[in-house]
């Protein structure tokens, strides 16, 4: 099969990869973008946005998500229901083959891939997936209504969680590894004022218990006594923090030590003339929508410079 040629491919779709497209779409470059499996990317699996300008009374991730790309279509970006399986970024056009069996080659390249929740690595946490294990409160918790749950996790997304699920269950703990929160002072307020959550301190998870009907208890141990102890409840959720998806991209692209694609100075520039990276894929500080945004818009300013000062010959 011949490979199609686009001048800009965006591989995500989260609010770095669509605004990326706004800007390539206004600049004339023909976006394409791959949306990869989480169409949205993880806005769509959180509660009310109330820090992004513009929505002085929140709106829902999903549908900020979906104006966004309407925004991105409206100037003519091409976006595919459909994940990039292989990159070769060895030279220019840079060839990609999708999940749908497509081979493009693209002159550019913006990564966008987001980042992913992170998971214990427990046996018993794959066991019971779906079954009283979830890593998205917003989408799980209806699930557990009048039910006691567990949030493991002690940054500002674990007890956004917990705050989250107290409105729909009859107990949440917090279970926290060390004897202090990493969240924000303003999360922690809303925690520890909270009389439905009950943090439960230097605990780590050491298994989650359950049978056929999914999770009847989680086994936790405290980090200072070393003593175990089994506390009863019906949900597990995770908020332990973000990998970044880069794994396709290993051995080709520079990655800082956590995994993140290494930008150059203020610019969305890679190592590679030509790739370019937005978003939380190479941010392991702000993590925010509204950045994750502005970097899509510097990907893809960066990225028509980049185009018009070195065109490939046809
Ligand atoms: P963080 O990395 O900030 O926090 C992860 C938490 O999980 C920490 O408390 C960490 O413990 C704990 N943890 C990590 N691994 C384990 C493990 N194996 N077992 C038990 N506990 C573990 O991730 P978040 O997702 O909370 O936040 C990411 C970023 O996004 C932050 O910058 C945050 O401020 C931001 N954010 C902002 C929001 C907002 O502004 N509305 C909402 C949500 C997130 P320890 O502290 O001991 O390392």
């Known amino acids: 099969m011949n490979a199609e040629r686009v001048k800009c491919l965006i591989i995500g779709s989260g609010p770095a990869g669509y605004t990326a497209a706004i800007y390539a779409a206004r ?11 989480q169409s949205g990317g993880q806005l769509t699996i959180t509660t009310e946005i109330e820090n992004f300008p513009g929505y002085p009374q929140g709106v829902a991730g999903t549908e900020m998500m979906s104006q966004i790309r309407e925004q991105a279509e409206r100037f003519g970006t091409q976006v595919r229901a459909d994940s ?28 966008a891939t987001g980042a992913s929740a992170r998971w214990l690595g427990l046996e ?6 779906g079954q009283g294990v979830s890593a998205c409160a917003t989408c799980d918790g209806f699930f557990y209504k009048n039910e ?4 493991i996790g002690g940054g500002d997304t674990a007890c956004e969680e917990a705050d989250y699920l107290s409105k729909i269950c009859k107990k949440v703990y ?25 943090v439960l301190w230097n605990s780590k998870p050491n298994e989650i218990l359950g049978d056929i009907n999914g999770v009847n208890a989680l086994r936790l141990e405290d980090s200072i006594s070393g003593l175990t102890r089994d506390v009863e409840l019906t949900g597990v959720f995770l908020a332990i923090g973000h990998n970044p998806n880069t794994d396709l991209f ?3 692209i520079d990655l800082d030590s956590h995994g993140y694609i290494e930008t150059q100075g203020k610019t969305s520039k890679t190592n590679i003339p030509g790739v370019f990276a937005a978003g939380d894929v190479m941010d392991p500080l702000y993590r925010q ?3 994750a945004a502005g970097s899509g818009c510097r990907a ?12 490939i010959a046809e």
């Open 27 to 37: 600049a004339d470059l023909n976006p394409v973008v791959l949306e990869g499996m």
């Open 124 to 129: 018993s946490e794959r066991e019971f997936m």
């Open 289 to 291: 929508a509204i950045v």
């Open 174 to 198: 917090l279970v926290v590894r060390r004897n202090e929160l990493r969240a924000s002072k303003a999360m922690q307020e809303r925690v520890l004022s909270n009389e439905k959550i009950e």
């Open 250 to 252: 290993k051995g080709q």
């Open 300 to 311: 893809a300013m960066d990225c028509e410079r980049f185009l018009s000062e070195n065109p």
């Open 148 to 151: 006691v749950v567990a949030v």
């Open 84 to 111: 990039v399986i292989k990159a070769d970024l060895s030279k220019r056009p840079f060839c990609i083959e999708t999940e749908s069996g497509a081979k493009i080659e693209a002159e550019s390249v913006i990564i």
